[in-house]
């Protein structure tokens, strides 16, 4: 509810967000809760084109694609995420 807040009601479709902030932020952590809050709550969306699949991109410079992945299955079980940073 308070991102829908930050964001006048919601993201929107077409748009492109960046989240910026310090090193363990929680940055990761809130664009994949937010990429899977999308997936979850918007499963009746409907595509111009329905032979293609709705999807939702996250880029990343700080997260290999293993810890990206990990987190997202922590979110599917209900887990609390927790990033392990090494220098």
């Known amino acids: ?32 809760t937010l990429a899977y809050q999308i997936k979850k709550y918007n499963k009746t969306y409907n595509l111009k084109d329905p032979s293609k699949r709705p999807a939702v991109v996250i880029l990343t410079m700080e997260n290999t694609v293993k810890e990206s992945m990990e987190a997202d299955v922590r979110l599917e079980l209900g887990e609390i995420i927790q990033y392990e940073y090494s220098i």
């Open 1 to 32: 509810q308070g991102l829908n807040e930050m964001f006048g009601g919601g993201v929107e479709n077409g748009r492109c967000y960046m989240f910026l902030g310090p090193s363990a932020g929680f940055k990761s952590g809130i664009l994949l």
